[in-house]
């Protein structure tokens, strides 16, 4: 397990004075802000309807700034499908890069939004974790700095998901498949280390076949949360490697 803690910048020696502003950029080349947040969470996401839960909209205002921003460039942006929303080529080298243009913007307003709430300490957490191991420990915290006021934000889904504003977020990771990725302005530590194994019902194992091996598991369905990732970097630790079709209904 993994916790992150964000890191603030520190100003070394005076700063240079502030060049004059340049003309803007023509009017033309700046899409309303709503579309472009719009396009930029659809593309993190995959889909309107996970977007719009995160930008705290209706899909159906997703989708009307969608349409803006691909009328105001002339450009087919995205796919829809069945699945979700996919993006064109010209969506994917578009949304690259604007991505850090909108990553910075925000690191920019959290940054100026710290310096007055100073006061405030944002802890993102899976929801069993915050239950059976963070709230037994917070209390020591409070009573020991009354004077901050501690959040608790549940973290119930990816950690892919966009997250800034939290200054400290505890996460699961394994040590095999892709290593975690490690985001600029946040420092890493390393806090415990647990076994990852597969688990069933002791009925569900009574009235199934007998189970070896993990190759043995690929006849079994597979609770999965967003989707198999996890699940074939286990096999893939346990030499089953070659292109896997699984099955399992999802289980957050």
């Known amino acids: 397990m993994l916790a992150e803690q964000r890191v603030e910048p520190e100003m070394i020696g005076e700063s240079a004075p502030a060049a004059a502003p340049a003309s803007p950029p023509p009017r033309k080349a700046l899409p309303p802000f709503e579309s472009l947040r719009a396009f930029d969470a659809v593309a993190r996401f995959g889909g309107v309807r996970r977007a719009a839960e995160y ?3 209706d899909h159906a205002v997703v989708s009307r700034h969608l349409r ?4 105001w460039t002339g450009t087919k942006l995205m796919e829809r499908t069945p699945s979700g929303a996919s993006l064109t080529e010209d969506g994917a080298r578009y949304h690259r890069q604007i991505a850090n243009a909108l990553e910075s913007i925000a690191n920019a307003t959290l940054g100026v939004m710290r310096k007055g709430n100073k006061r405030r300490l944002c ?8 239950l059976n191991w963070l709230s037994s420990r917070l209390a020591d915290f409070e009573r020991d700095n009354a004077d901050i006021d501690v959040e608790v934000c549940p973290a119930d889904r990816s950690f892919d998901a966009p997250a800034h504003y939290a200054d400290v977020e505890f996460r699961f990771v394994t040590d095999y498949g892709d290593p975690a990725a490690k985001r600029p302005g946040y420092k890493v530590l390393d806090i415990a280390r647990a076994r990852v194994i597969s688990v069933a019902s002791r009925d569900y194992l009574a009235r199934v076949m007998q189970i070896r091996q993990p190759r043995d598991l690929l006849a079994h369905q597979l609770l999965r949360e967003e989707n198999y990732d996890r699940w074939r970097s286990w096999f893939a630790a346990h030499g089953v490697a070659e292109d896997l079709e699984l099955s399992g209904p ?3």
Not at 123 to 130: D, G, H, K, S, V
């Open 55 to 57: 930008l705290n909209r």
């Open 68 to 71: 803006t921003i691909e009328e």
């Open 123 to 130: 802890i993102r957490c899976t929801p069993e974790l915050a």
């Open 250 to 252: 999802r289980l957050w």
